[in-house]
């Protein structure tokens, strides 16, 4: 009788727990997904020149037209023009860089500026005017002297660095160039 007392009384106590059970409510909650999705950040330059024939006339301007485009949806960016001459150009040509650069200090003939990030295709002249003029101080002799390996040269490389993470522009140009 005593086991009958126990199993009903389990048997009971089962029940109400499972009733009791049920009725409780959880307070419970949860968020949505947040998804982050990592896009592609980019800067994209050329350098080109439409002018390709520079004979020298003295005292005579001659086209030359190089210019550096940011391409549509780079980022902001430091933006180098590294200018070389020949050892001889000096004595035959006279050029100055768009007022647009800023000459980097320590640095020869090397250029910057600062580009915001661009959603279209955004150029920059290096030459002002486009031109370089011929001195007048040259004379035929000096001309007849020239071979192929000595005929002065001017040459143009762009360079172009993110801005995020360069607070001066030498840190910039140190990474670029290396």
């Known amino acids: 009788m005593k086991k009958k007392i126990v199993i009903c009384a389990l048997s009971i106590a089962v029940i109400i727990c499972c009733a009791v059970g049920g009725t409780f409510a959880w307070l419970t909650t949860q968020t949505s997904e947040v998804k982050n999705t990592f896009t592609i950040g980019n800067i994209d330059i050329t350098l080109a020149e ?22 549509a949806n780079s980022e902001a960016c430091w933006l180098f023009v590294k200018v ?30 600062e580009v915001a990030a661009v959603s279209a295709d955004t150029s920059f002249d290096v030459l002002t005017g486009n031109a370089v003029t011929v001195k007048d101080t040259v004379t035929k002799t000096m001309m007849d002297a020239l071979t192929d390996n000595t005929l002065p040269t001017l040459t143009f490389k762009a360079y172009a660095i993110q801005k995020s993470g360069f607070d001066t522009v030498e840190a910039a140009w140190a990474k670029v160039s290396e």
């Not at 020298?56 to 086209?63: F, L």
């Open 50 to 71: 439409t002018t390709s024939d520079f004979k020298m006339i003295p005292g005579e301007t001659i086209a030359k037209d190089p210019v550096v485009t940011v391409k």
């Open 84 to 113: 070389t001459e020949s050892d001889n150009l000096d004595s035959f040509i006279s050029y100055t860089v768009d007022s647009g650069w800023t000459a980097l200090t320590g640095v020869s003939g090397v250029y910057y500026r």
